[in-house]
């Protein structure tokens, strides 16, 4: 009889998980699961809007270059902005233009701003002797404004005189 006795003594201490046990631990495990992959897709995101922040930036340095490579002279500061073949007139409205980089759209914006001129009374009184140049370049359907890459230079002509 004690040996009977002992025998169930053990199977009440070696009990194994209850059905409702294990399925509470896999509703845990699944909740952690959908977690960690909502962060893999944002991982995933941020990483597409750092690319697209990458090519903007590239474009705009791109396009500056250009324009520093443009002589401020008497004929290149009143001639039209336009890219490849135009000049550093100011712009009365902001230029856009939509332009592909590595097979992604892109909205490049062009502002040349007259920051000051050749006092009246002087030869070429008017003429413009410093520009804000500022290009902005924004991923096509860009979520945020952070996703936009803006540079801004200034340039200057030399001109004899005190201005």
Do not use: C
């Not at 004929?75 to 712009?91: H, K, M």
């Not at 007259?114 to 290009?135: E, F, W």
């Amino acid at each position: 009889m004690n040996l009977q006795h002992a025998h169930r003594r053990t199977d009440r201490t070696q009990r194994g998980f209850t059905l409702l046990e294990a399925a509470i631990a896999l509703v845990v495990l699944m909740i952690i699961g959908l977690g960690i992959a909502s962060l893999f897709t944002y991982a995933i995101q941020a990483n597409s809007r750092a690319d697209d922040r990458e090519l903007a930036m590239a474009l705009a340095q791109k396009r500056m270059e250009w324009l520093r490579t443009i002589p401020f002279t008497t004929q290149t500061r009143t001639l039209a902005y336009s890219f490849p073949n135009g000049g550093l007139a100011e712009t009365s409205v902001p230029v856009n233009e939509t332009v592909n980089n590595a097979g992604r759209p892109y909205v490049v914006t062009t502002i040349i701003n007259d920051l000051s001129v050749v006092p009246a009374g002087n030869p070429d009184a008017g003429a413009p002797t410093v520009k804000r140049i500022q290009v902005s370049v924004t991923p096509l359907g860009a979520a945020t404004a952070f996703e936009a890459v803006t540079i801004t230079t200034q340039r200057s002509t030399q001109v004899t005189g005190i201005y």
